[in-house]
Antibody, heavy 122, light 108 residues
Framework: QVHLVESGGDVVQPGGSLRLSCVASAFSFSDYGMHWVRQAPGQGLEWVAVLSFAGTNKFYADSVKGRFTISRDNSRNTVYLQMNGLRVEDTALYYC???????????????WGQGTLVTVSS | EIVLTQSPGTLSLSPGERATLSCRASQSVASNYLAWYQQKGGQAPRLLIYAASSRATGIPDRFSGSGSGTDFTLTISRLEPEDSAVYYCQRYSAIPPWTFGPGTKVEI
């Protein structure tokens, strides 16, 4: 059974940093683009970032551009999200998700983790 | 940027009834690149439909998607109690950003 397991969420003060991790198992991780999608408490879904299967192409939502960095280690089946300059409005449950289509990033989120909670508060 | 609007906001129905959920785009969605997700309380979203009408792996055939251009529909033909959830539509493409609609809550 496919698993995506996120970790690294915590309570952090505004301006602080966190690094989220997502470990994948039971599918060919290195063949798929990987995404981070977040959900603020009681709110809808917001795509945050994507990294292509080979790690060569990355894109970000305008709301996090310049503050967040996505990376991956295919030897460890892991994708990361480095979050700097955190703001109160970044408070959310952060999900990692893999793309539906291999060797491309179309933004169809097929496999999801259970999420890790980031709270930004003073 | 294409904005997605979903209606109704909440849908209250009984088991066995048919649910019809609407997703409208502010501009035509190229090649019907429209997906639907189900999110039950406290759980991660689950992909139901992609390419407007293709069911994802393991999705029962009582879930179906239709539509083109700016108007799309998710139909649940015979509601079951476990279908209580929020349903999101989402536009996708080769180039981000990718956006979701605000969701429709289905109560059974």
């Amino acid at each position: 059974q496919v698993h995506l397991v996120e970790s690294g969420g915590d309570v952090v003060q505004p301006g602080g940093s966190l690094r989220l991790s997502c470990v994948a198992s039971a599918f060919s991780f290195s063949d798929y683009g990987m995404h981070w999608v977040r959900q603020a408490p009681g709110q809808g879904l917001e795509w945050v970032a994507v990294l292509s299967f080979a790690g060569t192409n990355k894109f970000y939502a305008d709301s996090v551009k310049g503050r967040f960095t996505i990376s991956r280690d295919n030897s460890r089946n892991t994708v990361y999200l480095q979050m700097n300059g955190l703001r109160v409005e970044d408070t959310a449950l952060y999900y990692c998700a893999s793309d539906l289509y291999p060797r491309s990033s179309w933004g169809v989120f097929e496999r999801w983790g259970q999420g890790t909670l980031v709270t930004v508060s003073s | 940027e294409i904005v997605l609007t979903q209606s109704p906001g909440t849908l209250s129905l009984s088991p066995g009834e048919r649910a019809t959920l609407s997703c409208r785009a502010s501009q035509s969605v190229a090649s019907n690149y429209l997906a639907w997700y189900q999110q039950k309380g406290g759980q991660a979203p689950r992909l139901l439909i992609y390419a407007a009408s293709s069911r994802a792996t393991g999705i029962p055939d009582r879930f179906s998607g239709s539509g083109s251009g700016t108007d799309f529909t998710l139909t649940i033909s015979r509601l079951e109690p476990e279908d209580s959830a929020v349903y999101y539509c989402q536009r996708y493409s080769a180039i981000p950003p990718w956006t979701f609609g605000p969701g429709t809550k289905v109560e059974i």
